[in-house]
């Protein structure tokens, strides 16, 4: 069995991969940290442009090997099992199925990520998660 963790590289998801990594240590579980790819757009000169595939993926293992140094210092002393992986599609339901898949005991996710701007349309992912979910989420603040 195994925790997961959603992370973006936000100081409220480096929050909760403290939290559940402290908690997979305590209980001697693994850690499944992973992070979403979303292609960004951005206005330049007047144009809408896509971030590339590359970028984004590049970006992403960027993100995951943060998180993993934020989990390892969160324990300095155990021996806990880290594994990182990369997801694809909407971030609640790419984060949710991949807690189905692995069979995992939890999920664990910061209370609010990098997309605050998009939130007060499109609702909370985290809130979207609990939703999505068919094991425990701990929501960390």
Not at 11 to 38: C, K, M, P, Q, W
Not at 84 to 105: F, I, S, W, Y
């Amino acid at each position: 069995m195994s925790y997961i963790v959603a992370a973006d590289g936000s100081e409220e998801s480096n929050d909760a991969v403290r939290y559940a990594a402290t908690h997979a240590a305590t209980f001697g579980e693994s850690l499944e940290i992973v992070h979403v790819i979303t292609l960004d757009t951005e206005l330049v000169d007047g144009d809408v442009v896509m971030q590339g595939r590359e970028t984004a993926t590049d970006e992403g293992h960027d993100t995951l090997e943060d998180a993993q140094a934020v989990a390892r210092d969160a324990v300095p002393s155990a021996d806990l099992d880290i594994e990182t992986q990369l997801l694809t599609g909407r971030p609640a339901t790419a984060v949710a199925d991949r807690a189905t898949a692995a069979d995992a005991e939890a999920i664990f996710v910061g209370h609010r990520g990098l997309s605050t701007e998009q939130e007060a349309v499109v609702g909370s992912v985290a809130k979207e998660i609990v939703s999505k979910a068919t094991v425990p989420v701990t929501v960390v603040r």
